[in-house]
Nanobody, 126 residues
C-alpha cells in the first residue's frame, strides 16, 4: 500500500514537500513515480525514481522546480516542489512498480504501475 501526504493550499512561488510511504517490502524493490491529475484532465507523469534510486526523470513542466528523493530506511519517497505555479494545482498520486531486472528504468506511463496511493490535493493560488 502507498500513502501520499503533504498537500495543501499555498501561494504561487511557495514550496511543498509531498511524502509517499510504501508499506511492505523495501522500496528498493520498486520504481516509484508521482503523477498528478487536474480537474477535467488526464493523469500525467510528474517525476519518477528508479528502483536503484540512481536515476530520476521529470516532466518538462516541472524540471528545475521539483525534485524526487527517497529514504529507504523509512520506505518513503518525497516530491519536493519549489516555485509552485497555479498550473501545478492538481491531485498528486504516488505509484509503485515492482521490477526485477530494470533497476535503472523510470516508467512514465500510468499503465506501468500496479500500485497507487490515494492522492493528496495541491492547490496553488495566484
Amino acid at each position: 500500500q502507498l500513502q501520499a501526504s503533504g498537500g495543501g493550499l499555498v501561494q504561487a512561488g511557495s514550496s511543498l514537500r509531498l511524502s509517499c510511504t510504501v508499506s511492505g517490502p523495501s522500496i528498493s524493490r520498486y520504481a516509484v513515480a508521482w503523477f498528478r491529475q487536474a480537474p477535467g484532465k488526464e493523469r500525467e507523469f510528474v517525476g519518477g525514481i528508479s528502483r536503484s534510486g540512481g536515476s530520476t526523470d521529470y516532466a518538462n513542466s516541472v524540471k528545475g522546480r521539483f525534485t524526487i528523493s527517497r529514504t529507504t530506511s523509512r520506505n518513503n519517497v518525497y516530491l519536493q516542489m519549489n516555485s509552485l505555479k497555479p498550473e501545478d494545482t492538481a491531485v498528486y498520486y504516488c505509484a509503485s512498480k515492482q521490477t526485477i531486472l530494470s533497476v535503472s528504468t523510470i516508467y512514465t506511463d500510468t499503465n506501468d504501475y500496479a500500485y497507487w496511493g490515494q492522492g493528496t490535493q495541491v492547490t496553488v493560488s495566484s
